[in-house]
């Protein structure tokens, strides 16, 4: 089982990055055509407006936290209602399970340079958690704070409101 969850990580880091690498060229292409874009609309600007520029700081602020110092195991057991594995962390991407592995979750950090590639067309604004968020058409909540971002990921083991709760315990210790 543990293969197979390393395997499904790396699959995920790399449909990620190739998604990423799509949306920048789709984006130059709308750019030179000046059609506007769900990121242009004054809503969406609004909420992301708070991102700082991508700088050097931001990929060494990401580098120095573990995203398994962010939720502890007895959080993660009290918010899912179940005895959970100690959290594994393969790179960026911390995995909580539970025993059992009938509920589990991935919680990944990124840099906010990447913040606009996220919450896009289709995206749920959140508001009140860090400084700017979204759950996008998978489920997933990304949450900004400062030059960080915070990515949970159950792939609908566990219901939305349980993530967001986790979600809001993790990025309160970002620093």
Not at 37 to 56: C, F, G, M, R
Not at 75 to 83: F, N
Not at 94 to 112: E, I, M, P, Q, R
Request: aromatic fraction near 4%.
């Amino acid at each position: 089982m543990k293969n197979s969850k390393l395997v499904l990580i790396i699959v995920i880091v790399a449909v990620a990055l190739l998604a990423v690498a799509l949306v920048a060229k789709q984006r130059s292409n709308v750019s030179k055509v000046g059609v506007a874009t769900p990121l242009n609309t004054a809503s969406t600007a609004k909420n992301i407006a708070a991102q700082p520029p991508a700088t050097e700081s931001a990929s060494t602020a990401q580098k120095n936290i573990s995203p398994c110092s962010l939720l502890t195991k007895g959080e993660v057991e009290a918010v899912l209602g179940q005895p959970a594995k100690e959290p594994e962390l393969h790179g960026g991407t911390c995995t909580y399970d539970t025993v059992g592995g009938a509920k589990y979750f991935y919680l990944h950090l990124g840099s906010s340079a990447n913040w606009a590639d996220l919450c896009k067309e289709g995206a749920k604004l959140i508001s009140d958690l860090g400084d700017a968020a979204c759950v996008d058409a998978r489920n997933v909540i990304w949450v900004l704070k400062k030059d960080v971002y915070v990515s949970i990921d159950s792939y609908r083991t566990i219901d939305q409101d349980t993530l967001m709760s986790l979600a809001g315990k993790a990025v309160n210790r970002v620093p």
